[in-house]
């Protein structure tokens, strides 16, 4: 059947006509080969935009659809769905992009006209070597992975949990419960963080759905949507769960003390450690690289003194794998080190305390059991809180942290409360960013107390006469202050994790630019990634307060749970297809395929694609020496046209509007736009579409 | 192949103004594209002579791409994917980085200059990346001018 090939051209209200001419590109293409209709609109991703092509394809017959509009990465499945409803097969369209690489870029509306000819000529050259392809549907396996039990990976879990689907909950650390079970008060409520979150935890270890890795890291992923299969490597406990009660006899008889890590430096733990009594699992772990008995064969008191026997320095590293349908990553984020930043003396000065280790002073199982207590052991008389401690701030991270403004006012109150309402509070800020529910609130109960705010980020923090100054510029005084303070909270930045490279590439999602994980869409994609099936939940996305978290952690479950449920899903069909009649046999595709989706047929001498595990990098198709191998829908005939298309000259408009001979001279005479065209123009709206010159 | 492609070359730049390459780029769809993307929601703003392909991988560029694109009349190819380590799908980046290096010799045999064709890594963040690399190459090759030897070539 000859191309019969409809082009449309979307103005997207003024994204694309205020630069180009879309009535001029649209009576361009009309003037291309086998371009039967081509008209310009609005907006083509709205219903009557939609139902323009719809109409054409089946009142004109048309056989090849393009849409020039914004990036096929925003709507190429939309125009896809649109051919599909009119019975054309939805590979037959080629969307290409006139707004992000064209309209939005481009200074001159006369370039970007061109331009915008060059890339509508290219589709149509390209559209017309399409080949009908179909999807294929395949099973998805009901279980789920979430990776990290902070908030967000626990609710995530349970709300997965729920549905009746199976979770596995993959924890690197000894405990679950992420940052959230080192805080003592949430704002703006100052609930207790422990008693919100502890029956969550305590709900995900009762939870038969859930099955719970702690002290356990995913090394590898292999696989598709839908039938993923995870690595997971145990590290060793040196106590075995199953027996161990919990009861805590081994961390009273260890000798051995260590920094602790879940008191950020200002406790101390054993080797062999829980984090808090509340801590779940409840068994301890024994750090091998401090534990007498694993260094030096020595001590043993762990042993010696458990009542069940469930010490076993035997154990070694051991790794499972599982099949699971779909991923939510919920790795969670890491606070700045303060230390580089010199000028605020953090590690010189004793009572320049970071935010997570405050917290830890506020806690009732941290270190002072509660009390906020200088290093000396006495309260605190004045303390200054800086805001914006490596946020915003081009040096270190450029975006807002969102959180440092609510848990500053936090500690305004629990300052005043604990240690008494005499005791003065400076807030050193930037701005207040209070955006939440009750959060405004919140800052004028805190305001109300008494709490001094200057606007202005500190220059440095000096050591005087065994005080602590502050010293910065008010910026609404416009004066240079200096603040003697007792204690000085630096409300550092949220950061991406240390390993978060490492995760990003092993479950294969990418980074943003602050080195977060890379959301499918900032605005319309936010639990999605670019790899089907893997979610985010949480800060592993970017910095969040815990109602975000939790949301956006719900959203994540959500999302794999459709995928669960619905049970099938379709495989995009444009993987690699080896053409036995060109192949030679030479294999070299089959060493250089990274998903060892391809097979060497020994009685045909050629090599063989298997569809269900290729994913159409084209690594084969790039080499083939005989051009045997070619990927569906990126073919080198279609690569071929669209450069033609691209390089094809674009003769600039004639002076007189009417002058448009160059493009009708191009047409085969034989292909009329049908005259049914005209009357189709009983458009709804004002909008008239123009329709193609011819 | 169309004949009316190879013929004529840069046919946009006006008889006035000094020479205005025509560029093509093949772009991953994961990291180059979407940077591509981005760099116009920023509203970053770039000389009209680049043109993109996407592909869905650096890794499926084959070298008779490239050729086709300097003998239909592009005066330089830029090839650009996800940084090392970051393909979408494992390594094909790192395959496109040894064709380049091969096709660089197979240019110098045509007696088209290196520098004509470009690889680089831009990842999906990085629209600024992508907006400077575009401006870049396309100074870079204004100075260069327009391929010599093209109406020498006999293919």
Redesign the interface.
């Given at each position: 059947m000859a191309n019969r090939i409809g082009v449309y051209v979307c103005h997207c209200g003024t994204n694309i006509a205020g630069k180009v001419d879309c009535s001029e590109v649209a009576r361009y293409a009309g003037g291309l080969r086998d371009v039967v209709v081509s008209r310009d609109y609005q907006f083509m991703c709205s219903d009557p935009g939609q139902d323009l092509i719809v109409e054409d394809i089946r009142s004109l017959g048309l056989n090849r659809v393009v849409v020039a509009s914004c990036?096929?990465?925003l709507h190429e499945k939309t125009f896809q769905k649109a051919c599909a409803r009119a019975g054309l097969n939805p590979y037959m369209m080629q969307h290409t992009?006139i707004?992000?690489?064209?309209s939005?870029?481009?200074?001159?509306p006369e370039?970007?006209t061109?331009?915008a000819e060059?890339?509508v000529a290219?589709a149509v050259r390209r559209v017309a070597r399409h080949q009908e392809l179909f999807s294929r549907e395949v099973g998805v396996l009901p279980d789920v992975m979430v990776v990290g039990a902070g908030i967000a990976g626990i609710q995530a879990a349970l709300d997965i949990a729920k549905s009746g689907h199976m979770v596995h909950l993959i924890e690197k650390g000894p405990s679950i419960g992420g940052h959230m079970a080192q805080f003592d008060k949430t704002f703006p409520t100052l609930d207790c963080a422990a008693c919100i979150s502890t029956p969550k935890m305590v709900a995900v270890s009762q939870e038969p759905n859930i099955h719970l890795m702690t002290y356990s890291e995913v090394t590898e992923v292999d696989g598709f949507v839908g039938n993923y299969k995870v690595t997971v490597r145990r590290k060793p406990r040196y106590v075995r769960e199953d027996i161990c009660t919990g009861c805590g006899t081994c961390l009273e008889k260890c000798p051995t003390k260590v920094i602790s890590e879940f008191e950020e430096g200002i406790g101390m733990r054993k080797a062999i450690y829980r984090n808090s009594p509340q801590s779940v699992p409840n068994t301890p772990v024994i750090d091998a690289e401090h534990c007498l008995k694993l260094t030096k064969d020595k001590c043993g008191a762990c042993e010696k003194f458990c009542p069940t026997g469930a010490i076993d320095y035997t154990q070694t590293e051991s790794s499972v794998t599982l099949e699971v349908g779909s991923i939510v990553l919920a790795t969670g984020y890491d606070t700045m080190d303060p230390s580089p930043i010199r000028e605020y003396g953090y590690g010189r000065f004793d009572n320049v305390y970071t935010a997570l280790q405050f917290e830890r002073l506020n806690n009732a199982v941290g270190p002072t059991g509660g009390k906020i207590l200088l290093k000396d052991g006495t309260p605190p008389e004045s303390v200054a809180i800086i805001h914006c401690v490596g946020s915003r701030d081009a040096n270190y991270h450029q975006y807002c942290s969102r959180v440092c403004c609510m848990y500053a006012l936090k500690y305004d109150h629990l300052i005043k409360d604990k240690v008494g309402h005499s005791v003065p509070i400076y807030n050193f800020y930037m701005d207040m960013r209070c955006f939440g529910k009750g959060y405004e609130e919140f800052y004028e109960r805190v305001q109300g107390e008494g709490v001094t705010f200057i606007r202005g980020r500190p220059a440095e923090v000096l050591e005087e006469d065994g005080k602590l100054v502050v010293v910065a510029e008010d910026t609404l005084l416009g004066e240079i202050v200096r603040v003697p303070v007792d204690m000085v909270i630096l409300c550092t930045a949220m950061e991406p994790r240390k390993d978060t490279a490492e995760v990003?590439?092993v479950f294969?999602v990418?980074?943003?630019?602050d080195g977060f994980l890379?959301e499918e869409h900032p605005k319309l994609g936010p639990v999605s990634t670019?790899?089907d099936g893997v979610f985010l939940a949480g800060t592993c996305q970017g910095p969040k307060d815990i109602p975000d978290a939790v949301a956006h952690a719900s959203g994540g479950a959500a999302q794999a749970l459709a995928l669960a449920a619905k049970g099938t899903v379709s495989i995009s069909p444009?993987t690699s297809y080896i053409n036995p009649d060109i192949c030679v046999g030479c294999k070299v595709c089959i060493d250089?395929c990274?998903?060892s989706a391809i097979e060497f047929d020994e009685r045909r001498q050629v090599s063989v694609v298997n569809e269900a595990m290729c994913?159409?990098?084209?690594?084969c198709?790039?080499?083939c020496p005989s051009g045997a191998a070619q990927?569906k829908h990126?073919n080198?005939t279609q690569?071929?046209n669209?450069?033609?298309g691209?390089?094809?000259?674009?003769?600039?408009p004639a002076p007189a509007p009417e002058k448009i001979e160059p493009q009708t001279a191009r047409r085969p005479a034989a292909e009329v736009v049908p005259e049914e065209a005209a009357p189709e123009e009983a458009m709804p709206e004002s909008a008239e579409p123009a329709e193609a010159e011819v | 192949m169309d004949t009316a492609v190879a013929e004529e070359e840069t046919p946009q730049a006006p008889a006035t103004e000094a020479f205005e390459p025509t560029i093509v780029a093949f772009v991953c769809n994961w990291c180059t594209y979407t940077a591509a993307d981005l760099a116009g929601t920023s509203r970053l703003v770039q000389r009209p002579n680049v043109r993109l392909v996407r592909m869905m991988c650096t890794g499926m560029v084959d070298p008779k791409y490239v050729i086709k694109a300097l003998l239909g009349g592009a005066d330089a190819v830029l090839i650009s994917g996800c940084h090392p380590g970051d393909c979408h799908y494992i390594n094909g980046n790192y395959k496109a980085r040894r064709r380049v290096k091969l096709l660089n010799d197979i240019l110098d045999q045509f007696g088209i200059d290196r520098r004509r064709l470009k690889l680089t890594w831009v990842g999906a963040s990085e629209g600024n990346e992508f907006a400077e690399t575009v401006n870049d190459l396309i100074e870079e090759i204004r100075e260069l001018g327009p391929i010599e030897t093209r109406d020498m070539m006999v293919l």
């Open positions: 990036s096929p990465r992009c707004r992000e690489h064209c939005w870029v481009t200074k001159d370039e970007a061109r331009k060059h890339i290219a990003a590439r294969g990418s980074r943003s630019q890379l670019a790899t444009t250089l990274a998903y994913k159409g990098c084209g690594s198709a790039g080499y990927i990126f080198e690569v071929f669209e450069l033609e691209l390089l094809m000259p674009v003769k600039p | -």
